[in-house]
């Protein structure tokens, strides 16, 4: 199978599971705190990825695993905290569709610190779709005034971190597997993890029956949405461009939107436009012609 071929398979494969994501942290919070549900999510994704690809670790140079500390921390540790604090406030939906500022950022950062050619429509859709982001938000703050959409910043924090990580792969490590990058990532991240899953309160719990109702999707989370996720994405990142890698998040609110729905969440008819316009930013964004 080609390159041209295969990237666009694993393009739809990631929306799929990252789509699923959103949800699947909504289900943890139910019996988990952020910090405990973002710490086990890591663990688990990194039992399984240690588990199929130790023998992997051999492959890495010393000199790479400073900059595979960089990518763990950039591209999965602070993001699944960040995610999980901001999901105790605002919807799944809304949390997938701010992800899509990713594309946007990926492309400002990779200009301004990367030195990456552009074009001045590019330009024109990281204005654009940050308009519609924050069309996004403040709509949502007026019409669900119980929810403190001051969160959404850690949504945006999350998606620089995604950003800056993309361009820092595309640079330093393109020449490392997919997964040597991963167990590399996941074997700096386990001590990490383990201490803030500690010091989380976790071994505490009165309401035990509601742990263990959410640890299932939280393992599902953190193996498949986090785990083999990252594989298929840094295997996708090697075979295609830093833009076209990140645009993935096209298709994941569509995932995400539906999973809302069957979870009984909505849009107002202001935020789906606010989303629209979001979308048609990451696609200028993501044009090269």
Not at 12 to 17: D, E, F, G
Not at 90 to 105: E, G, K, R
Request: net charge positive.
């Amino acid at each position: 199978m080609g390159n041209n071929k295969l990237k666009f398979y694993i393009l739809i494969l990631l929306a799929i599971v990252w789509g699923s994501s959103f949800i699947l942290i909504k289900k943890g919070l139910l019996g988990l705190s952020p910090y405990e549900l973002g710490a086990l999510r890591v663990l688990f994704a990194g039992t399984f990825i240690l588990l199929i690809g130790f023998k992997s670790l051999s492959k890495i140079a010393l000199r790479q695993w400073r900059f595979l500390f960089v990518t763990a921390m950039l591209g999965t540790f602070v993001p699944v905290f960040l995610f999980a604090v901001a999901q105790t406030e605002i919807s799944s939906t809304i949390s997938a569709i701010l992800n899509s500022l990713t594309p946007l950022n990926t492309l400002w950062i990779g200009i301004l610190f990367f030195a990456i050619d552009f074009q001045r429509r590019q330009i024109f859709g990281v204005f654009i779709g940050f308009l519609g982001s924050l069309l996004l938000v403040l709509n949502g703050a007026f019409v669900n005034p119980d929810q403190n959409y001051y969160y959404a910043i850690l949504l945006v924090i999350a998606s620089f971190c995604y950003a800056t990580n993309v361009n820092f792969l595309n640079k330093y490590l393109s020449d490392l597997s997919p997964m040597s990058i991963t167990a590399g990532s996941f074997a700096i991240l386990y001590v990490p993890s383990l201490i803030v899953l500690y010091f989380s309160g976790f071994w505490q719990h009165e309401q035990q029956a509601e742990v263990i109702e959410a640890l299932p999707y939280v393992a599902l989370l953190g193996i498949v949405g986090t785990g083999i996720a990252n594989v298929l994405f840094f295997k996708l990142l090697q075979i295609s461009s830093p833009i076209f890698a990140s645009s993935v998040t096209y298709l994941i609110p569509v995932v995400a939107f539906l999973w809302g729905l069957i979870d009984n969440e909505s849009l107002t008819l202001i935020q789906l436009l606010g989303a629209i316009i979001v979308m048609f930013g990451v696609y200028l964004s993501a044009r090269k012609k």
